[in-house]
């Protein structure tokens, strides 16, 4: 029997960087503010210190604002990390390793050596089991690549996919590979919140042969929870600057909350339950 007292804490999208660059970056609203972003954090390590400690805390990506062309960016990254309580996992966002297979700004070198800097930290692909869940944690970056760490990691979450288990298995990574289906194609501005051909295909079939219970993903900015053919899917919300905040129509987004704040996740019998925490200002 699991106990649904235990949870995961799950944030994404922090977007971190030293105070001193703001103004370096392209803001993404007026008030996106690199002090805003540690304000807004925390917050949340505020909530996570008054209450009872989470299982485990999870990151969705996007832990740096620029780290894949400005690595010092990780070092701010790391230090606030660090104050999550203990064990932390992270997989890495388009701002940590760069830009997906099929995108106009895809390059396949830079990915490779973001990626490789971002497994010096926090390792990857990874599983942890926690709270009733076995998390797969992945580099969505790199579907749809021909590089050996891609076809390793494919082949690996395949794997463990396929492995019996009474634990939930949940896997996570920060860019959906679509909203709807492999069909999905859109050029108002929505393309940029998924994965682009190739990387879609290739990250649609390391799930198929073997679905998980829960696909969870983040780069929406958007708290929302659908059901696929094949899978639940639950999107995370931002600590930085919620979806309301963000130029990208919302038209053919799955409904949900569009406000900051990270989500407690628990075990509810056999299935499973995400309750929205709001960060402060």
């Known amino acids: 029997m699991t106990d649904t007292t235990e949870f995961v804490a799950l944030i994404a999208d922090m977007h971190l960087a030293p105070p001193e660059t703001a103004g370096i ?12 972003r540690d304000r807004r954090l925390e917050s949340v390590l505020a909530q996570l210190a008054a209450g009872p400690a989470p299982a485990a805390v999870i990151v969705g990506g996007d832990c740096s604002n620029e780290q894949w062309f400005r690595p010092d960016y990780a ?5 606030c990390m660090k104050r999550f309580p203990a064990p932390c996992c992270a997989v890495p966002g388009n701002h ?9 700004r895809f ?7 973001a990626t490789a800097a971002f ?5 990857g692909p990874w599983a942890l089991d926690a709270a009733g869940f076995r998390f797969l944690g992945i580099n969505t970056q ?4 021909d590089s050996a760490s891609a076809r390793e990691q494919a082949r690996w979450l395949k794997e463990q996919l ?3 288990t009474n634990l939930l298995r949940a896997v996570i990574g920060h860019t959906p590979p679509y909203f709807g289906d492999l069909a999905d194609d859109f050029d108002d501005g929505t393309e940029l919140m998924m994965l682009p051909e190739p ?3 290739a990250f649609h079939d390391a799930l198929i042969t073997h679905p998980p219970d829960l696909l969870i993903t983040a780069h929406t900015h958007r708290f929302f929870v659908s059901r696929h053919a094949h899978w639940d899917w639950l999107g995370l919300p931002s600590t930085a600057l919620g979806q309301d905040e963000l130029w990208i129509p919302t038209d053919h987004f799955p409904p949900g909350d569009d406000h900051v704040g990270w989500l407690s996740l628990r075990r509810d019998g056999a299935g499973w339950n995400a309750l929205m925490h709001y960060c402060g200002e």
Do not use: N
Request: proline share 8%; aromatic share 4%; charged share 35%.
């Open 96 to 104: 940590d390793v760069g830009h997906s297979a099929g995108g106009k």
């Open 199 to 201: 990387a879609r295909s």
């Open 162 to 164: 396929g492995k019996r």
């Open 142 to 145: 790199l579907f749809g690549t």
């Open 25 to 36: 970056d392209k803001p993404q609203s007026p008030e996106d503010l690199p002090a805003r």
């Open 107 to 113: 390059d396949p070198a830079e990915v490779e050596s």
């Open 75 to 79: 070092d701010h990254a790391r230090q």
């Open 119 to 123: 497994r010096a930290d926090w390792g």
